[in-house]
């Protein structure tokens, strides 16, 4: 089992940027592959962005491509998301996951592929 813990969350005025970072420990970081979920007040949880364990497979939702870049870093165990352009739509609480498979070649997207959760990040954007 891993131990997620986000941060850098915040209130940022449309248009600004934010990066969230997310601090994993547990077990080995590097193996397995990373992601970031969403979810808005009244909606249900939504996939955001997400890399592989070796950083070479990564997407994004559309709402948020060309906008938002997921990276990490293995000696630190952590993982980030870059915010850039922030709309008031991303608003929501943000939550880090690990995927529960090791060394899947093709980064995971769908929630269930994931095990672990972090207790999430608020990110509030005013318009």
């Known amino acids: 089992q891993v131990q997620l813990v986000e941060s850098g969350g915040g209130l940022v005025q449309a248009g600004g940027s934010l990066r969230l970072s997310c601090a994993a420990s547990g077990r080995t970081f590097s193996s397995y592959g990373m992601g970031w979920f969403r979810q808005a007040p009244g909606k249900e949880r939504e996939f955001v962005a997400t890399?592989?364990?070796?950083?070479?497979?990564?997407y994004y939702a559309d709402s948020v491509k060309g906008r938002f870049t997921i990276s990490r870093d293995n000696a630190k165990n952590t993982v980030y998301l870059q915010m850039n352009s922030l709309k008031p739509e991303d608003t929501a609480v943000y939550y880090c996951?690990?995927?529960?498979?090791?060394?899947?070649?093709?980064?995971?997207?769908?929630?269930?592929?994931?095990?672990?959760w972090g207790q999430g990040t608020q990110v509030t954007v005013s318009s």
């Open positions: 996951a690990a995927d529960r498979t090791p060394r899947r070649v093709v980064a995971a997207r769908n929630s269930w592929d994931f095990g672990s």
């Open positions: 890399m592989s364990w070796n950083g070479i497979s990564t």
